[in-house]
């Protein structure tokens, strides 16, 4: 007789696992097929009242759960191959499952990255969501965080800052802005936009890379020290969008916000000045902005942050962390 845990697959998650690997999640493993390309693994879990709301729609967390993940293979240079998903749940609701379901398999078909297995289990805590995507990218030529060089341009995608704002808002945090830049904030903090359009040109001309999820602060400071290398930044360039410059001039102190919030799934990049008007040129093919803030340097210590009249800007919070 088939187990609850039996039925919830079949249920929610059977009719998704269209991929021949995923072997109609009918075994124990799935085979996902081999290539001569490198595999780039990524992991990354949510967790209720940590990573979402305990009140956001199960639509927007499904989404977000892939979507930071399918962030980190954009930032390697990596194209989607498909994912594992692990379900904690406190017990089996319809109304959550349902359109959590639904969901994840759209954005599964639309960016290419099948379901191909996982696990389910119940939790008397909050429920957690952990996806392992795979990706693939020819040999040698995933991306790394390590190989910033004094002289390359730091180059971010996207606005930064957004997410860290949405939060604040769901938050009850007062704001005096039109209802359109409030649902735009909120739901930039709910449904990521991985730059999967930019991996190619991640791929053929950034010497660097990670994805922004941390705050773009301390993963700056991340990428230099495992570079060797530190950067000055002009926080006058850093790109912000209409609704966070709405924010930012009504509090000017929402700036350290902005640079130390987490959420972004922006991709950070070092090109080299050789490299860089290829870069941007297709950035600008595939649709995404693209804003060079600054430059990695010779030197050790923490990236330098300076306003438009080249005022030092003092950070206290870099990024979100854990612990």
Same mark, same amino acid.
């Given at each position: 007789?088939?187990?609850? =845990? #039996? $039925?919830?697959?079949?249920?929610? +998650? ?13 075994? @124990? ?8 390309? @490198?595999?780039v /693994?990524?992991? @990354?879990?949510?967790? =209720? ?6 009140? #956001? ?15 980190? /293979? ?5 194209e ?13 609701? =319809? ?10 398999? =759209?954005?599964?078909?639309? +960016? ?6 996982g #696990?389910?289990?119940?939790t *008397? !805590? ?18 790394? &965080?390590?190989?910033?060089?004094? !002289? ?7 606005t ?31 449904v990521?936009?991985?730059? /999967?359009?930019?991996a ?17 602060? !301390? ?14 930044? @002009? ?12 924010? /930012?001039a009504? $509090? *000017? ?5 902005i ?12 090109? $080299? *000045?050789?490299?860089? $008007?290829? +870069?941007?040129?297709?950035?600008? &093919?595939a ?6 803030? !600054? ?11 300076f ?9 206290t ?5 854990? +612990?």
């Amino acid at each position: 007789m088939p187990s609850g =845990e #039996d $039925d919830l697959i079949a249920r929610y +998650f059977k009719p998704l696992a269209t991929a021949p690997g995923a072997l109609g999640l009918i075994d @124990d493993a799935a085979v996902l097929s081999a290539s001569g390309d @490198d595999l780039v /693994l990524t992991t @990354d879990a949510i967790v =209720e009242g940590v990573h979402y709301l305990p009140g #956001d729609p199960p639509d927007a967390i499904a989404r977000k759960a892939l979507r930071v993940n399918l962030s980190d /293979l954009a930032a390697k240079g990596a194209e989607p191959a498909g994912f594992l998903l692990t379900l904690a749940l406190r017990n089996v609701d =319809e109304d959550f499952l349902a359109p959590f379901a639904r969901a994840i398999g =759209e954005d599964a078909e639309s +960016f290419g990255c099948p379901l191909l297995g996982g #696990d389910t289990v119940s939790t *008397p !805590g909050p429920v957690m969501i952990s996806i392992t995507a795979f990706g693939r990218v020819s040999p040698g030529r995933m991306v790394r &965080r390590n190989t910033l060089r004094a !002289g390359h341009r730091i180059v971010v995608s996207g606005t930064i800052g957004d997410a860290a704002l949405g939060l604040d808002l769901l938050q009850g945090a007062a704001a005096n802005i039109s209802e359109d830049h409030r649902a735009f904030l909120v739901g930039r903090y709910r449904v990521p936009q991985p730059r /999967l359009q930019l991996a190619q040109a991640v791929r053929d001309h950034a010497g660097a890379a990670m994805d922004v999820s941390d705050g773009l602060a !301390g993963d700056l400071t991340k990428m230099c020290a495992a570079s060797g290398v530190t950067a000055t930044i @002009d926080t006058s360039a850093v790109p912000v969008s209409a609704a966070g410059r709405a924010m /930012l001039a009504r $509090d *000017p102190a929402k700036l350290a916000r902005i640079l130390g919030g987490g959420d972004d799934y922006e991709v950070l990049c070092g090109v $080299d *000045p050789a490299q860089l $008007d290829q +870069f941007l040129a297709a950035a600008q &093919r595939a649709g995404v902005p693209a804003t060079v803030i !600054g430059t990695a340097e010779a030197g050790t210590a923490a990236p330098r942050w300076f306003d438009a009249d080249r005022r030092e800007v003092s950070l206290t919070a870099l990024s979100f962390s854990h +612990f």
